[in-house]
């Protein structure tokens, strides 16, 4: 059974500091792997998507890592910014073993708050 | 702004009832998924569907049931409702039907059972 695990769950940290957040699943043989952010009672937006072939996908002060042989992904903020303050939600596409079908399995999140 | 719009966004039911919530997907998309979000936790994959054909589902009973429309359009139904089933609901559009590709969602339909 895929398990998506994030630490830690919340982060708080002043404005400018770089921080890394943490995301590992129970079962490499993934397809892609996604991180989304998620404001308050809303839905996610996207931020990267890594395929199973990819090492790192950048996007502006992002930049998100994957170790497929490890179950590690880890998501890199630059110069942190009030703005950034959202959960953090990683995903990944795998077979669920009990279905035989596709499916996406989320993390519980990070929550971040970034102190001005 | 994705393109992906929900209704409705807010609704409450009482147990045992039966509730259709739809979803607009962006357009060039083909393939929706639904999930269902309680409170401080992930997102928990329902299904997906693709050109009208369920092609994934996660551990959910069948009282959850989906439609998708030729113009890609999609409706979650569920049956007789539990308090369990108080969550938000959201749904997601892509243009591959093999969740490889990126995915749009839209801001959800939180639904409350009493």
């Known amino acids: 059974k895929q398990e998506v695990t994030q630490i830690p769950a919340a982060l708080s940290v002043p404005e400018g500091e770089n921080l890394v957040l943490n995301c590992s699943f129970t079962?490499?043989?993934?397809?892609?792997l996604q991180w989304f952010r998620q404001d308050p009672g809303k839905g996610l937006t996207s931020l990267l998507l890594?395929?199973?072939?990819?090492r790192e996908q950048t996007s502006g002060r992002l930049n998100a890592s994957l170790d497929k042989s490890s179950g590690r992904s880890t998501l890199y903020i630059a110069a942190s910014q009030p703005g950034d303050s959202a959960t953090y939600l990683c995903?990944?596409?795998?077979?669920?073993?009990?279905?035989?079908?596709?499916?996406?399995?989320f993390g519980s999140g990070t929550r971040l708050q970034v102190q001005p | 702004e994705t393109g992906v719009t929900q209704s409705p966004t807010h609704l409450i039911k009482t147990r045992g009832q039966q509730v259709t919530l739809r979803c607009s997907s962006q357009s060039g998309h083909n393939t929706v998924s639904w999930y269902q979000q309680a409170l401080g936790q992930g997102p928990q994959f329902i299904f997906q569907y693709y050109r009208e054909e369920e092609n994934g589902r996660g551990n959910f009973p069948p009282r959850f049931s989906g439609l998708q429309f030729p113009n890609y359009s999609s409706e979650l139904n569920v049956n007789a409702l539990e308090l369990d089933d108080s969550a938000l609901y959201l749904c997601a559009s892509s243009r591959d039907r093999g969740l490889a590709g990126e995915l749009f969602f839209g801001e959800g339909s939180r639904l409350t059972v009493l």
């Open positions: 890594i395929q199973s072939s990819q």
């Open positions: 079962d490499s043989a993934i397809y892609n």
């Open positions: 995903a990944v596409s795998s077979i669920l073993m009990d279905t035989g079908r596709r499916a996406l399995t």
